[in-house]
């Protein structure tokens, strides 16, 4: 059995629109018996919402949490320290934020980028934090007005956070260093009894470097950073071209 991790963004969608030849090969794939995960930094909610139908299990919070149906398979929740901390640094430099949990999601920060979250996020209003410590969450977004203000931000929050931008959108992920992508995919296929040597990650921004090397082989996208790239075992076509279909097909796995 072989395990493929897919990132959202830029990887496997667009939005939330899949290709069809990714989705066509992606239940080959799983037709073959082999398993799909996705792997984003996208919260449990949204990814379940838009991306269920396609992918046997899913990775959140860039790495912070895993599971398969019922089955936590890794989770790795910021403490009440971590989370006061950042939102902290965040309103210092006006930024907006919202929090992730496994279920639930918050807001804090400038109410000016709520019109811009909700509508992304796609899980209604937002409830606002009232009391950072009391939360439950894994990990977090941005939101800024350009890319001198994401810069103050990434500042901010200093060496213990990764800032992966979302292309033009004035918004980000964070990954918070202690646990990433990678330590999921190794967390997941040893959960599973798969070798690492059986498994697959797919993406294009720098959130997806610690896959791509953890896994038995890397893929960039064609649109990917040139960073993640030069780490990859494979580089295939855009995600505009058949990308996805492209690689499975070049491994044999659909």
């Given at each position: 059995m072989?395990i493929?991790?897919?990132?959202?963004?830029?990887?496997?969608?667009?939005?939330?629109?899949?290709?069809?030849?990714?989705?066509e090969?992606?239940?080959?794939?799983?037709?073959n018996?082999?398993?799909?995960?996705?792997?984003?930094?996208?919260?449990?909610?949204?990814?379940?919402?838009?991306?269920?139908?396609?992918?046997?299990?899913?990775?959140?919070?860039?790495?912070?949490?895993?599971?398969?149906?019922?089955?936590?398979?890794?989770?790795?929740?910021?403490?009440?320290?971590?989370?006061?901390?950042?939102?902290?640094?965040?309103?210092?430099v006006?930024?907006?934020?919202?929090?992730?949990?496994?279920?639930?999601t918050?807001?804090?920060?400038?109410?000016?980028?709520?019109?811009?979250?909700?509508?992304?996020l796609?899980?209604?209003?937002?409830?606002?934090?009232?009391?950072?410590?009391?939360?439950?969450?894994?990990?977090?977004?941005?939101?800024?007005?350009?890319?001198?203000?994401?810069?103050?931000?990434t500042?901010?929050?200093?060496?213990?956070?990764?800032?992966?931008?979302?292309?033009?959108?004035?918004?980000?992920?964070?990954?918070?260093?202690?646990a990433?992508?990678?330590?999921?995919?190794r967390?997941?296929?040893?959960?599973?009894?798969?070798?690492?040597?059986?498994?697959?990650?797919?993406?294009?921004?720098?959130?997806?470097?610690?896959?791509?090397?953890?896994?038995?082989?890397?893929?960039?996208?064609?649109?990917?950073?040139?960073?993640?790239?030069?780490?990859?075992?494979?580089?295939?076509?855009?995600?505009?071209?058949?990308?996805?279909?492209?690689?499975?097909?070049?491994?044999?796995?659909?």
């Amino acid at each position: 059995m072989h395990i493929a991790f897919f990132d959202i963004d830029g990887t496997l969608a667009t939005g939330t629109n899949v290709p069809q030849s990714a989705a066509e090969a992606l239940k080959r794939m799983r037709a073959n018996g082999d398993l799909v995960f996705i792997c984003t930094g996208r919260a449990r909610a949204y990814v379940e919402t838009h991306f269920g139908d396609y992918a046997d299990g899913f990775v959140c919070s860039n790495g912070r949490i895993a599971f398969m149906g019922d089955r936590n398979l890794v989770d790795a929740q910021l403490t009440p320290e971590q989370v006061k901390t950042f939102t902290e640094a965040l309103d210092e430099v006006g930024a907006g934020y919202a929090f992730f949990g496994e279920r639930d999601t918050w807001y804090g920060g400038s109410e000016k980028y709520r019109e811009i979250a909700e509508p992304v996020l796609k899980l209604g209003h937002l409830p606002r934090i009232e009391d950072p410590a009391a939360i439950h969450a894994y990990n977090f977004d941005i939101y800024f007005d350009d890319v001198d203000h994401r810069l103050a931000a990434t500042r901010a929050l200093g060496d213990a956070c990764l800032v992966n931008p979302h292309g033009p959108h004035p918004s980000a992920d964070v990954t918070v260093i202690g646990a990433d992508k990678g330590d999921a995919v190794r967390g997941v296929a040893a959960a599973l009894g798969v070798a690492i040597e059986d498994t697959y990650a797919f993406g294009d921004g720098i959130n997806d470097l610690s896959m791509i090397v953890a896994a038995g082989h890397g893929i960039a996208m064609g649109n990917a950073m040139d960073e993640l790239k030069e780490a990859a075992e494979y580089v295939t076509a855009d995600i505009d071209d058949d990308g996805v279909a492209k690689a499975l097909a070049h491994y044999g796995l659909a």
